[in-house]
């Protein structure tokens, strides 16, 4: 059966420390596309998330705290449904690198790929960072430590046996493909950094590992796991249901979206498009990395102390308010700084002031002047036109994965009714009894408000809720955005109410950096 899904993926988060916001901010990217997708009515949705949890790392990391590997990870596991639970994540799946069925469906395909010759034994020879499971080749090591910038510990010379993807047999596809399709890796520069790779060389990969207990047995070969990285990359296809359950991985593969961090775009550019290639597979539509959250523009790590969980955000700045303030900062793809002086300046201005505030005004004239009963308006609104070009905007944006130009749609119809306020002045209308302007004036407040609570649903999801109950609308916010983004579907008479504040205000003293 043919594709029907809009299949969209995390990457598999690491469980050997807690989950951070940088981790966080992935998620919360790839919950508002899900939700973007599942109101537009673009076809079904199917949202994976995910942990890897194979590693040396992660057995030395249980040991130590008297725990076998297994137990370490569900314990970990509980950590990171806790973010994603509090950061209001919609996936649809969680795959397990420890899953049984993904155990089985990674050693088919490393089997397969035995068979037709794309993985073949060697003799390995090099420099080996056990704690990243990483060979290095000598011009990558820093003062002869592994270069990566969280490990930075001492390499040491190995030689053995070993098991090798031929990726450079797909060099040349490889590199075709990133030609006849310019946008399938994004942003840009990841494009060119992946691009530039290819073009100086590419060697095998060692795919096994003899050191490493804690990972997926190779076949027929006791005492060898196979390389955590190959183990994880797979999950993409094994929680779609390949190699065994093929009707279903039909109607999900090839995946739409794969949303990564920058620094693992060579494994989801390179090496897995050249698995891909071997197996005879399609490849995902889109590999797109977003940068980093940086701290001072330091990015965000365990082993330097700067860590904020999303705990401590949301505590302060609310749920909706941190999923707002992380995807309005920067353009998708791009490094950014937070700090609580800027993440307090913009949420009073944008959320506690110019849509908390619109909403309150609003539901509390309506109240005040027609006992909240929704009136009939007399003319066709000339906002009409603006929201409407605001939802295609946004539309576009979201297809694009422009998080921040789609919210700049949005809070620019905001804006647009805070100055319809100001302009209109209903208080006048109503001290002057013109009871047809300020029907008019109203309704056109009412309905933009419930257009801004559908269109902004993706990013402020518990919000927007609030706001379509207040306006007393069934199911969720614009569900679908066709059928309920018409200009004047705001029955007249509807019974309204107003909701609690919607963004308290902070003060900037109670900020706490």
Request: glycine residues 8%; negative net charge; proline residues 5%.
């Amino acid at each position: 059966m043919p594709k029907d899904t809009f299949y969209l993926t995390t990457p598999l988060y690491y469980t050997q420390g807690d989950p951070h916001i940088g981790h966080g901010y992935t998620s919360i990217a790839a919950d508002v596309l899900a939700r973007f997708h599942r109101v537009t009515g673009d076809g079904k949705v199917h949202f994976l998330t995910g942990t890897d949890e194979h590693a040396q790392k992660i057995a030395d990391a249980a040991t130590a705290i008297g725990k076998t590997p297994k137990q370490f990870v569900d314990d970990m596991l509980e950590r990171w449904k806790a973010q994603w639970q509090a950061l209001d994540i919609s996936y649809d799946q969680i795959i397990r690198t420890t899953d049984p069925d993904h155990k089985a469906a990674v050693q088919s395909i490393f089997a397969r790929l035995r068979e037709s010759g794309d993985i073949a034994s060697g003799k390995y020879e090099g420099w080996y960072c056990r704690n990243d499971e990483t060979f290095w080749v000598e011009s990558k090591l820093i003062d002869g430590r592994c270069p990566n910038p969280e490990c930075r510990r001492p390499v040491e010379w190995v030689s053995e046996d070993a098991w090798f993807f031929k990726q450079s047999r797909y060099r040349d596809r490889l590199i075709e493909h990133f030609r006849a399709n310019p946008d399938w890796v994004r942003p840009q520069s990841a494009y060119n950094e992946m691009m530039a790779i290819l073009e100086g060389g590419l060697e095998d990969l060692c795919v096994s590992r003899s050191a490493v207990s804690w990972g997926i047995p190779i076949p027929d070969e006791p005492g060898s796991t196979i390389y955590v990285w190959f183990d994880a990359i797979c999950n993409y296809i094994t929680a779609a249901g390949y190699p065994h359950d093929l009707a279903r991985f039909e109607h999900l593969w090839p995946a739409n979206v794969h949303l990564i961090g920058k620094e693992i775009a060579r494994f989801h550019t390179i090496i897995w498009p050249a698995i891909l290639m071997a197996l005879g597979l399609p490849l995902p539509h889109l590999v797109f990395a977003n940068g980093w959250i940086t701290m001072g523009g330091i990015k965000m790590s365990k082993s330097l102390g700067n860590i904020v969980s999303a705990a401590e955000l949301i505590e302060r700045y609310s749920v909706d308010g941190v999923r707002y303030l992380l995807l309005s900062q920067a353009t998708y793809g791009t490094d950014f700084s937070i700090s609580d002086e800027q993440m307090v300046r913009r949420y009073n201005a944008d959320l506690a002031n110019d849509l908390g505030n619109l909403v309150q005004r609003t539901l509390s004239m309506l109240a005040r002047y027609r006992d909240g009963k929704v009136p009939s308006p007399s003319r066709t609104s000339e906002l009409a036109r603006g929201f409407e070009s605001a939802r295609d905007g946004a539309s576009t944006s979201l297809h694009a994965l422009d998080f921040r130009g789609a919210l700049g749609w949005i809070w620019g119809r905001v804006g647009e009714l805070n100055l319809h306020v100001e302009r209109t002045k209903p208080w006048e209308l109503a001290k002057r009894g013109d009871d047809r302007a300020l029907d008019d004036v109203l309704y056109e407040l009412c309905e933009g408000v419930r257009w801004i609570s559908a269109l902004a649903y993706p990013f402020i999801p518990t919000t927007s809720e609030a706001i379509w109950r207040a306006l007393a609308q069934d199911g969720l916010p614009g569900k679908f955005w066709e059928r309920e983004l018409q200009w004047a579907k705001l029955a007249a008479g509807t019974q309204t109410n107003v909701p609690p504040a919607l963004f308290p205000r902070i003060e900037v003293q109670d900020a706490v950096s």
